[in-house]
């Protein structure tokens, strides 16, 4: 694939999962609450977001420094359970620290990911 492509994609999953999260991390009532344990939601949520910004980096910039992308998803991740406290629900530091898993997680995954969807196939 074309890496503006790829990257145009990915930017758009990351905007799009970036807004559900902000939906389901923010809202008074949990949709779904108890289907899944908070920590797994946290989880999966978080690694989405920096999963598909991790694609749009390393397709895009290669060279931007990950760790500017780093602190947008923690500032992001801080801002909803500050935000949780303001909408009525309990916000939470472990529910933080899960979410910068996820995020490192999904980081390094999405740059693998990005790098191996625009590399050129080997010749053998």
């Known amino acids: 694939m074309i890496a503006r492509d790829v ?3 990915a930017g758009a999953a990351s905007v ?6 902000l939906y389901l991390t923010l809202s008074p009532e ?3 609450e ?3 344990p908070d920590s797994v939601g946290h989880l999966g949520a978080f690694f989405t977001v920096a999963l598909t910004a991790g694609v749009h ?3 895009l910039m290669p060279r931007r ?3 500017v992308y780093l602190g947008v998803l923690l500032g992001f991740a801080l801002f909803t359970e500050v935000g949780q406290g303001v909408t009525g629900r309990d916000p939470s530091l472990a529910d933080f620290a899960v979410d910068a898993v996820g995020i490192a997680l999904g980081l390094g995954l ?3 990911a990005g790098r191996r969807l625009v590399r050129p196939p080997r010749e053998e």
Not at 16 to 21: F, P
Request: glycine share 16%; charged share 15%.
């Open 7 to 9: 990257a145009r994609l």
């Open 16 to 21: 799009g999962s970036a807004l559900l999260t």
């Open 30 to 32: 949990v949709p779904g």
């Open 34 to 36: 108890g289907m899944v």
């Open 57 to 59: 980096r390393a397709t």
């Open 65 to 67: 420094d990950a760790r």
């Open 110 to 112: 999405g740059h693998i």
